[in-house]
């Protein structure tokens, strides 16, 4: 991994359409803690809200009549973890960030939740160096793509939601859960869980790591038996 030569900072990131006046600022967005201060959380910070401003900002513009909960939805796949890692690999950031050497062993420069923090830090600096209009001409030009691409907001309820949707829908009784099993150490517990639809489908049963999750996954098993039953 090349990293930041301390003596040939950056002032520019290949593929952001942006060329920093204080170079400083996206030297410190490309800095991790584990190498040393000034590091890049506090740019982070900001960028996490001027990310999020501007992605609504874009969502309210590009989808007129979407009620608030869809909106809502539609920015969270927007600005998750894992879009941004994308963003950040597609920018290679990960052959740019200073890291610890313990952090770069351990493959650092590829953790997504690493790779979506630098992304959030470029945003901030970019917005410090440049001000909102230059931070959301780059934000708009990395999201334009991944924006039209969303899916439809309905498709992003959770499962435990769209099922509860679909039973008021057909004036059935909502879906029960109770927990079958509970097993292991309070540090690695497992939980079977098992949804009920009042005789309208039969039990659907999932393990998990948490009571939450095992519940979505029975859910999720419950919609697709409703949809082989009922269409």
């Known amino acids: 991994m090349a990293g930041i030569e301390l003596d040939k900072p950056l002032n520019r990131i290949e593929g952001i359409d942006y060329v920093f006046k204080h170079e400083r600022l996206l030297t410190q967005a490309l800095t991790h803690r584990s190498f040393g201060s000034p590091h890049y959380e506090r740019l982070e910070f900001l960028g996490d809200g001027v990310l999020n401003l501007i992605a609504a900002e874009m969502l309210f513009k590009a989808h007129p009549h979407a009620p608030e909960g869809d909106l809502s939805r539609l920015r969270s796949r927007l600005v998750r973890d894992t879009t941004l890692a994308e963003i950040a690999s597609d920018l290679d950031l990960g052959s740019h960030v200073r890291l610890g050497l313990g952090e770069k062993k351990s ?11 630098l992304v959030e830090a470029l945003v901030g600096a970019v917005y410090l160096d440049g001000g909102f209009l ?50 292991g150490a309070d540090h690695a517990k497992e939980f079977l869980v098992e949804c009920a639809l009042n005789g309208q489908c039969s039990p659907t049963r999932a393990r998990a790591r948490s009571r939450r999750e095992a519940e979505q996954m029975a859910a999720e098993q419950m919609l697709s038996q409703w949809s082989a039953d009922h269409g």
């Open 107 to 117: 493959g650092g420069h590829l953790r997504t939740s690493i790779m979506a923090d």
């Open 134 to 183: 230059e931070a959301h001409r780059v934000v708009a030009a990395l999201l334009e793509t991944r924006l039209k691409n969303l899916p439809p907001a309905a498709h992003l309820k959770d499962p435990k939601t769209r099922l509860q949707e679909v039973c008021q829908r057909h004036g059935q009784a909502l879906p029960r859960y109770r927990i079958v099993e509970e097993k």
